[in-house]
């Protein structure tokens, strides 16, 4: 075993510059912890990498963010062989999810879909709609329904 301190006495200050290569082999766990409390503007991580990053987890991989979080990229691509699920936990009032898309999205879906709404579903749309069903349409209301239009309906 080896235990280094630095700083035991204050603040300390631990700086490694390796012009080459660094690689670790760690045979058991990795544990670590930055801050200590206090000031927590000096409990932080910052990691820049100028080429490519991967991560390989062979179990469960979790981050838990108390405050807020932000992924930024050219292109942002999710994948989840058998499940990918967006989960809003919190209910509060004004708690939303939004998919705000600049440009064009698609949704392509090969199996059931299911929406359900709890409360009132309000839908804007400032082009035109097509939608084409090749197997039916079967629609319920068990209240009114109000269609108003400036232009023609037509029902074939």
């Known amino acids: 075993?080896?235990?280094?301190?630095?700083?035991?006495?204050g603040d300390g200050h631990y700086e490694l510059d390796v012009l080459g290569s660094h690689t670790y082999r760690i045979g058991k766990d990795l544990f670590g912890h930055i801050g200590t409390g206090g000031d927590t503007a000096k409990n932080n991580r910052n990691i820049q990498i100028k080429g490519d990053d991967r991560l390989?987890?062979?179990?469960?991989?979790?981050?838990?963010?108390?405050?807020?979080?932000?992924?930024?990229?050219?292109?942002?691509?999710?994948?989840?062989?058998?499940?990918?699920?967006?989960?809003?936990?919190?209910?509060?009032?004004?708690?939303?999810?939004?998919?705000?898309?600049?440009?064009?999205?698609?949704?392509?879906?090969?199996?059931?879909?299911?929406?359900?709404?709890?409360?009132?579903?309000?839908?804007?749309?400032?082009?035109?709609?097509?939608?084409?069903f090749l197997a039916g349409q079967t629609t319920v209301i068990t209240g009114d329904q109000t269609t108003t239009t400036t232009g023609v309906i037509n029902l074939n």
């Open 56 to 132: 390989t987890v062979g179990g469960v991989s979790t981050s838990e963010i108390s405050k807020e979080a932000s992924i930024s990229a050219a292109s942002l691509i999710l994948i989840g062989r058998t499940n990918l699920v967006l989960n809003q936990t919190s209910s509060e009032p004004g708690d939303i999810i939004k998919i705000d898309a600049r440009g064009a999205m698609v949704t392509r879906i090969t199996g059931t879909v299911r929406e359900k709404y709890n409360s009132t579903l309000n839908t804007q749309i400032t082009g035109a709609v097509t939608e084409s």
């Open 1 to 9: 075993s080896m235990s280094t301190k630095i700083g035991a006495l």
